[in-house]
């Protein structure tokens, strides 16, 4: 047995962060700061040492960060993403340096005043700067020096202090051990975490030559994103009427949802909205104002889907060889065939997956709004999205993962850039406060980050529901400053708010089973695009709105009022952002602000500017008196000036 | 690739209990009851099913409990530890049961009124009955009758009940998934959980044969483990004079931790205690007497150890190749040799430190008390202890693992039977709550079982020093009651409390370095004695003070009182504890009582009988009144009367 080998002295135990053990890497964007933390320790009383060791990149050199030690044998190291679109690789070495250990025991004993012996005390230090001097040959003169004083007994603080800084330049690592582990960072590209999604059926426009006007409107309001539901053809089978009915008229124009038919499947476009040169014109017109489009990755059929007769062997079926629908008993959906992953062909559908996104990855998409994620195998997601990001590291897959919060955890873990969110359900300070310490300070950090979508076809929350502009603005900035990335479906700037009915979520006639046809011009008081401009045009100003992790709830009193602070990893973007979320009541509170954490003295008046209307306030101390309500304002984004 | 093979669709996260990701064992005694809990979970809203799979032993066959879903995909299974001084071994499978399945969408569909077609309803049920019949071949009666209703139609509940119970006894395991581990459970012996420790310093005595009547006193108090200090030969040089003076006089006895002379070293006796015989008889009259005897395993030296002459290569050396004395700078500790575990013949000093263990087994000792353990490689004790445990799994170790949480930690994870603990230093009512939360209900129960010290030969705490009788009987009743495994030095049932010094933990004249000769009918006043006994009467006759993990603390308001309660696992003997934490004062408090955990009605008088001194009360609802301090009353041990 290899005593040294097998049962080395240092014990390095939970390493954060680390998912699954391991299993799946840590995501982040450029210019994060990713503190990791250990419990390093040793028996006796000996100094340990420990570095961060990581590398930027499969094939780069491994560098090294000093790890502090906090208390109770906890050590930390903070590393700074600098580098995008690639992984970065981490673990942890540690040591015991002898010599290290040698001149701090010298300096007690030198504080004690023990009679120094040469050999009981001295004579190991000049054997150790040998061991030094055989490891790192070029130091020999400042050895010789170092020695030459220790043999002389000329011992003094100063001695101690220049061994000391010498000792962390030619450490002597004895019983070096390494993590078990070496883990990963995975990190996205700026739109991973930053990114303002609008959402439109191009069909409403009539086709993507139509679109392009607008693209200008939503250039206007702010956005970056812009997704639309699946562009493909649609079926005719079962195809559904208005307001989700199961029978249709001839004119009815069906779900988009319902994908394929004769004119092709997950790699046609709906002939109405024009071919494959109108799409990339379409892409093309997009990024010319700085707008990127993302499209929707729904992996199901229609009956008429090609798959249906080219791969029969792909889908669900009955023991009598029949093809199944889509079922959650008693409900049965007989517009749409689901797959089957694991069938007996299975391997041949995934790459057929796969190729869909390269498909459409070649035609000019890089994100994918991937529909319902949770009703397909977990680890097929892993699969592909990794499958993808392995050739294409700027692709961004958005789960729609409306589901429970396992899964829903799991699928982000496994590769989901983001996720969409239970904070359409959110609506009390209580609620809001306990869902985004989950998300942006629990370990959900390090891999799951929301997109807090406002609205989207499926779903008028309640809270909207015949609700006021105010209501509407209220939910807008919240998503849009609690998250960094936050999205709405068209209609929201209109405020429209009818239900299908008594306690549905849907919308009344929804766009999804027919055209909508919106003038953005006629109802002046119930358009809020100037204020969605006014918020996106924040949000691009100010870098601490652009990060995800640094949410700071502020005390607050009223149940009412909810306040909260995001700043830049500097300390030189602090906005401060309050919040009515009665929002058509006046309510007043007092916010308290840790002006401490901000380096701001509390005896000193400092400026705060509200960059919704940039009115201009000087505050003195931690607790600043607001009121919200009156003359439609529902909020307020400070801004600390910090001059 | 293998689809179903490299991506299964169930996943299996959050397995607990399980140490270290099952580096290490979790350990337990007879008859406790494992809670093992999973997250597991699917896509979309097929049912999945899971075992807890078990053996008792290596060599035995699997046997599995089913796992029942709680909420938020959380599963859970309860195992009961039937065998003891053998591993368990435990893992999960899982799998979906598609006929399982489609027996719940009949329901559904049935109970939804849907219209049921044969081909799209039914078909698959009966082929899903072929299925099983071909795996379990004979149930075909059963399942021709099945497939006959399901062909005419007969579909009501009463079919559907009897299709899920036999479903229950035949199921289709499909997708089977196991968790990617094995995790074990070490069962220790009763001891290991349930032990109260006498420590006395047998020189005192004169020898073993003196102590045999000692064994007598202790045995009436009702200790069941009598620990000896080293009872190895006591090396000359440097040895410590009264008082741990660095001086000694002729007639000084020496510190029985500085182990080795010419007489031998940890394989020997002291001469002045007797021989081997003697040392043997007196195991003997112990064990007679219900006693086990546990020793001390300190693995250091004394500058006369006969190691020193035969293995000096075992020993940490100074450059110039003289052995250095154990230091903890800029204090030196002179009559010591601390051993060198990662020496370049480790391993034999490593194979002599299990010799050592396996003299005394054979000698028969069972039980080692480690010294400073922490002081030691810390894998080296995973090495030995398992080594050990592997051929005596009856053998217990207690370490004395003074040190930082984390470490402290490691050791029992590493295989400590038993440690010391923090609960010296746990005065008030807070540190107390809190400490012993984190000991019973943290993940550390599965690992670490405190023994409760009251006193040692190194520590008479603050708390004890200068203190009354009262004072004493509160710390030791707070220990045997909190932890079902406590120890006390002897003296402590004569209230011994003068220290070395103002500010020092340490006994003034402590036995360490002089032979103490005490009269325990001397101070009727001061000898608690016969409070002692009657505390180990009531932990030997109620199961529920036998157990470690069942502790709950009781609602109460005032500061001073401290309120517990345990029960058996089978709530059949519950005890309630009540202690006056200023024992020396009258205080008052009322007292919570979780009746509904406990199956006791609120409306309906119930009985507790104090068994300190037998007085009984009616009691009735949640609320009880308390008052302690009059007439020497320091503490209520309740017992519930059920019937």
């Given at each position: 047995?290899?005593?040294?080998?097998?049962?080395?002295?240092?014990?390095?135990?939970?390493?954060?962060?680390?998912?699954?053990?391991?299993?799946?890497?840590?995501?982040?964007?450029?210019?994060?700061?990713?503190k990791?933390?250990?419990?390093?320790?040793?028996?006796?009383?000996?100094?340990?040492?420990?570095?961060?060791?990581?590398?930027?990149?499969?094939?780069?050199?491994?560098?090294s960060?000093?790890?502090?030690?906090?208390?109770?044998?906890?050590?930390?190291?903070?590393?700074?993403?600098?580098?995008?679109?690639?992984s970065?690789?981490?673990?942890?070495?540690?040591?015991?340096?002898?010599?290290?250990?040698?001149?701090?025991?010298?300096?007690?004993?030198?504080?004690?005043?023990?009679?120094?012996?040469y050999?009981?005390?001295?004579?190991?230090?000049?054997?150790?700067?040998?061991?030094?001097?055989?490891?790192?040959?070029?130091?020999?003169?400042?050895?010789?020096?170092f020695?030459?004083?220790?043999?002389?007994?000329?011992?003094?603080?100063?001695l101690?202090?220049?061994?000391?800084?010498?000792?962390?330049?030619?450490?002597?690592?004895?019983?070096?051990?390494y993590?078990?582990?070496?883990?990963?960072?995975?990190?996205?590209?700026?739109?991973?975490?930053?990114?303002?999604?609008?959402?439109?059926?191009?069909?409403?426009?009539?086709?993507?030559?139509?679109?392009?006007?607008?693209?200008?409107?939503i250039?206007?309001?702010?956005?970056?994103?812009?997704?639309?539901?699946?562009?493909?053809?649609?079926?005719?089978?079962?195809?559904?009427?208005?307001?989700?009915?199961?029978?249709?008229?001839?004119?009815?124009?069906?779900?988009?949802?319902?994908?394929?038919?004769?004119?092709?499947?997950?790699?046609?476009?709906?002939?109405?909205?024009?071919?494959?040169?109108?799409?990339?014109?379409?892409i093309?017109?997009?990024?010319?104002?700085?707008?990127?489009?993302?499209i929707?990755?729904?992996?199901?059929?229609?009956?008429?889907?090609?798959?249906?007769?080219?791969?029969?062997?792909?889908?669900?079926?009955?023991?009598?060889?029949?093809?199944?629908?889509?079922?959650?008993?008693?409900?049965?959906?007989?517009?749409?065939?689901?797959?089957?992953f694991?069938?007996d062909?299975?391997?041949?559908?995934?790459?057929?997956?796969?190729?869909?996104?390269?498909?459409?990855?070649?035609?000019?998409i890089?994100?994918?709004?991937?529909?319902?994620?949770?009703?397909?195998?977990?680890?097929?997601?892993?699969?592909?999205i990794?499958?993808?990001?392995?050739?294409?590291?700027?692709v961004?897959?958005?789960a729609?993962?409306?589901?429970?919060?396992?899964?829903?955890?799991?699928l982000?873990?496994?590769?989901?850039?983001?996720?969409?969110?239970?904070?359409?359900?959110?609506?009390?300070?209580?609620?809001?406060?306990?869902?985004?310490?989950?998300?942006?300070?629990?370990?959900?950090?390090?891999?799951?980050?929301?997109?807090?979508?406002?609205?989207?076809?499926?779903?008028?929350?309640?809270?909207?529901?015949?609700?006021?502009?105010?209501?509407?603005?209220?939910?807008?900035?919240?998503?849009?400053?609690?998250?960094?990335?936050?999205?709405?479906?068209?209609?929201?700037?209109?405020?429209?708010?009818?239900?299908?009915?008594?306690?549905?979520?849907?919308?009344?006639?929804s766009?999804?089973?027919?055209?909508?046809?919106?003038?953005?011009?006629?109802?002046?008081?119930?358009?809020?695009?100037?204020?969605?401009?006014?918020?996106?045009?924040?949000?691009?100003?100010?870098?601490?709105?652009?990060?995800?992790?640094?949410?700071?709830?502020?005390?607050?009193?009223?149940?009412n009022?909810?306040?909260?602070?995001?700043?830049?990893?500097?300390?030189?973007?602090?906005?401060?952002?309050?919040?009515?979320?009665?929002?058509?009541s006046?309510?007043?509170?007092?916010?308290?602000?840790?002006?401490?954490?901000?380096?701001?003295?509390?005896?000193?008046?400092?400026?705060?500017?509200d960059?919704?209307?940039?009115?201009?306030?000087?505050?003195?101390?931690?607790?600043?008196?607001?009121?919200?309500?009156?003359?439609?304002?529902?909020?307020?984004?400070?801004?600390?000036?910090?001059?």
């Amino acid at each position: 047995m290899n005593i040294k080998e097998n049962f080395p002295p240092i014990i390095i135990e939970n390493l954060t962060p680390e998912i699954n053990n391991g299993e799946f890497p840590v995501k982040c964007g450029l210019g994060e700061i990713i503190k990791i933390e250990a419990d390093i320790f040793c028996h006796g009383h000996e100094l340990i040492q420990a570095n961060l060791l990581y590398k930027e990149g499969h094939d780069s050199d491994w560098k090294s960060i000093p790890m502090q030690e906090l208390v109770n044998n906890s050590w930390s190291a903070e590393l700074e993403i600098k580098k995008e679109l690639i992984s970065y690789f981490y673990t942890i070495e540690t040591w015991i340096d002898p010599f290290y250990n040698w001149i701090n025991d010298l300096e007690k004993k030198i504080k004690a005043k023990v009679q120094i012996d040469y050999f009981e005390d001295l004579f190991d230090g000049i054997k150790f700067l040998d061991e030094i001097a055989f490891s790192y040959a070029e130091q020999m003169s400042q050895i010789s020096f170092f020695q030459n004083y220790i043999k002389d007994f000329k011992i003094n603080f100063e001695l101690i202090k220049d061994l000391k800084n010498f000792t962390k330049k030619f450490p002597l690592k004895h019983f070096k051990t390494y993590y078990n582990k070496i883990l990963e960072i995975k990190v996205h590209r700026k739109a991973g975490d930053f990114s303002a999604w609008y959402e439109f059926f191009p069909r409403s426009q009539g086709n993507f030559r139509n679109c392009i006007s607008e693209l200008n409107r939503i250039k206007e309001m702010g956005f970056d994103v812009v997704y639309l539901p699946p562009i493909h053809p649609i079926g005719e089978t079962n195809k559904k009427g208005k307001n989700n009915s199961l029978i249709s008229e001839k004119l009815d124009i069906g779900s988009p949802w319902a994908i394929g038919n004769v004119d092709g499947g997950h790699k046609a476009i709906h002939p109405l909205l024009g071919n494959i040169h109108d799409f990339k014109d379409f892409i093309r017109e997009a990024k010319i104002r700085g707008l990127e489009i993302a499209i929707d990755f729904a992996l199901q059929c229609s009956p008429d889907h090609p798959y249906v007769k080219e791969h029969p062997e792909w889908f669900n079926k009955n023991a009598n060889g029949k093809i199944k629908f889509a079922e959650n008993p008693p409900k049965k959906y007989q517009d749409i065939y689901p797959l089957d992953f694991y069938n007996d062909s299975a391997e041949e559908l995934w790459q057929e997956c796969k190729n869909i996104v390269e498909y459409w990855i070649k035609v000019g998409i890089k994100i994918f709004r991937v529909d319902n994620p949770h009703t397909k195998p977990l680890r097929f997601w892993y699969w592909l999205i990794n499958e993808i990001n392995q050739i294409y590291p700027d692709v961004i897959f958005l789960a729609e993962a409306f589901t429970m919060p396992k899964p829903m955890k799991y699928l982000a873990k496994a590769g989901f850039t983001q996720s969409y969110t239970y904070f359409t359900w959110r609506n009390t300070k209580k609620e809001i406060i306990e869902y985004l310490e989950e998300l942006t300070q629990s370990d959900m950090k390090y891999y799951f980050r929301g997109n807090f979508f406002v609205n989207t076809p499926d779903i008028l929350p309640y809270i909207l529901q015949n609700a006021s502009p105010n209501i509407f603005k209220m939910r807008f900035v919240l998503a849009a400053t609690l998250s960094s990335s936050y999205g709405m479906y068209s209609g929201y700037e209109l405020c429209e708010n009818i239900p299908l009915g008594e306690g549905k979520e849907e919308y009344l006639d929804s766009e999804k089973y027919e055209l909508k046809h919106r003038d953005y011009s006629f109802f002046p008081d119930k358009n809020i695009m100037s204020f969605i401009s006014r918020i996106n045009i924040i949000r691009q100003t100010n870098k601490a709105l652009q990060l995800y992790t640094n949410l700071i709830f502020l005390n607050s009193y009223n149940e009412n009022i909810i306040a909260y602070a995001k700043a830049d990893l500097k300390n030189e973007n602090i906005i401060i952002i309050v919040i009515n979320l009665q929002a058509d009541s006046i309510q007043e509170d007092h916010i308290e602000l840790p002006l401490d954490k901000w380096n701001i003295n509390e005896n000193i008046e400092y400026k705060v500017k509200d960059l919704l209307d940039n009115s201009e306030y000087s505050w003195k101390g931690r607790f600043n008196y607001i009121k919200l309500g009156e003359n439609g304002k529902i909020a307020h984004i400070f801004k600390i000036n910090l001059n």
